[in-house]
Every structure is written in structure tokens, then in C-alpha cells.
């Protein structure tokens, strides 16, 4: 098995109203089951979710978070606008979102935008992913796979990484329990986050800083069964289970 990392390079800076699906397929032939990687912040401000910091009016709980991070509260408040589920506000303020992800500040972010806006994530990145996998289609005739990216620290490892926060048209996980591994023995719990490792291998491309590749694409890629549940439910997610449970101590 070969497969090919395509980054999309030479778009242009995109802004509210500009349609990705377009500009992707001027500059990239695709084909059917290709995997196409796109970074939530670009795809934010084509559909403008964005937000004017000096129009945001902290409110009190902003205040008292911003205090304690020394951030912005304009930006905390932005932040708490766009969660569901606080988890914990400090060293740094964690947050569950609509979507079942879970991020630092909500994903909410000031680079790779005009000075003074923010970019939030994608309120519903499911349907983002399936709409740009449907305007592919009518536009190239190529079946594609799409992967709506952002990027995650992670508990225990320094660093960040690629995630994914929404995809169409493949499954999430890959499930291999009830396989065998080389040595006959039944697998119970091995579940592979295959959209994940897309996402963080993109990541590798597109860059964090002033590459300007928010588009990658891999070929060749095989088809696996599985399931979605990316996302630990509440009764699942020992980690979150830690936090709220020290928090009550505080």
C-alpha cells in the first residue's frame, strides 16, 4: 500500500463568503475516495464565525476567570459563550462544546485572523464536513472523504496536535475487536481513532504559524469499518469524572 499526502497550496486568504469547496477543486484533481483534510479555522471564516473582540461585554464570571488566567475577558467571555460544559477555568479554562469536543478555551482562537477578531470553531462540524463533501461532489464528481481538523493538547504529552471535530463519509473509529493479532489471540478492546491520525498528520503540513496550507489530501487510503463514537459519553470519560471530582474539593 502507497499512500500520497497532497498539500492544497496556493489558496488565497479566505474570508466570509468565499466558498472552500471552489478553491480546493481549481487547484487539485480529485478522486473518488480521496480523504480531504480541511482546518476549522479556514472553513470558520469562509461561513464567518468570527467574532469583533471590542464588541464582546465581559460578564461577571468572564471577570473572575480573566483575573485568575490574566487573559482577556472579552476573550473569556467569547470562550464561555461557546461552551456547553466548563470543565475547569484555571490554569487554563477547558471546555466541552456543543459538538461533544472537548478544548482549551472552546477552540476559540486569535491567530491567522485580522487583529482585533477571534475565530471560533464550527458549532456543528458533522454538517460542515458533510456540505463540503457534497459541494466536491457537484463540483469535481469525485466520492470524497472529508475531515474537518483543529488542533488539541493533550493530558500527560507536551504539545500540540491535530484532532478531528468533524468528518462524512467514513467512519470515526476503526474497530478491530474480535480480530486476531499475529499470534491468534482474540482483540477485546483495540479501536483505532483513524480520523484523528489524519488530522494530525495534516497538521504536520498545514503548520501552526504562516504556512498557509489548510487543505491536505490523502490518496490511496484502504476502507475500514468501525463506528463514531469518537466521544467518551459522561459515564465514560474518567479523566473529566477526575477533574470535576477535585474541583469539588477546591
Not at 467574532?51 to 461577571?60: A, H, K, N, T, Y
Not at 468572564?62 to 488566567?69: D, L, P, Q
Not at 489471540?185 to 504559524?209: H, K, P, Q, W, Y
Request: glycine share 8%; proline share 4%; with cysteine.
Amino acid at each position: 500500500m502507497s499512500i500520497e499526502v497532497l498539500p492544497v497550496e496556493g489558496l488565497p486568504i479566505l474570508h466570509e463568503g468565499d466558498n472552500i469547496s471552489e478553491e480546493v477543486c481549481k487547484r487539485a484533481e480529485l478522486k473518488d475516495g480521496d480523504v480531504i483534510c480541511v482546518a476549522s479555522s479556514v472553513y470558520s471564516k469562509t461561513k464567518g464565525y468570527t467574532r469583533l473582540l471590542e464588541s464582546i461585554v465581559p460578564g461577571e464570571r468572564a471577570k473572575r476567570i480573566a483575573e485568575k488566567t490574566k487573559e482577556d475577558p472579552r476573550f473569556i467571555q467569547a470562550v464561555l459563550d461557546d461552551t456547553k460544559e466548563l470543565i475547569i477555568e484555571y490554569p487554563f479554562v477547558l471546555s466541552k462544546m456543543e459538538s461533544g469536543h472537548v478544548g482549551v478555551r472552546a477552540g476559540v482562537d486569535n491567530s491567522n485572523i485580522e487583529r482585533g477578531y477571534i475565530i471560533r470553531l464550527p458549532p456543528d462540524p458533522m454538517g460542515c464536513a458533510e456540505e463540503i463533501r457534497e459541494e466536491i461532489k457537484k463540483i469535481s464528481g469525485a466520492a470524497t472523504r472529508v475531515i474537518i481538523t483543529d488542533t488539541c493538547g493533550r493530558s500527560f504529552r507536551r504539545g500540540q496536535t491535530g484532532v478531528a471535530i468533524g468528518w462524512a463519509g467514513m467512519k470515526a473509529i476503526r474497530d478491530f475487536r474480535g480480530d486476531c493479532d499475529l499470534f491468534g489471540r482474540v482483540l477485546e478492546i483495540t479501536e483505532e481513532a483513524v480520523v484523528d491520525e489524519f488530522a494530525a498528520f495534516s497538521n504536520f503540513l498545514m503548520g501552526e504559524s504562516n504556512t498557509g496550507v489548510p487543505v491536505v489530501i490523502f490518496r490511496n487510503c484502504p476502507e475500514w469499518k468501525g463506528h463514531d463514537s469518537l466521544f467518551f459519553s459522561p459515564d465514560e470519560d474518567i479523566t473529566i469524572k477526575a477533574m470535576k471530582k477535585e474541583n469539588k474539593k477546591e
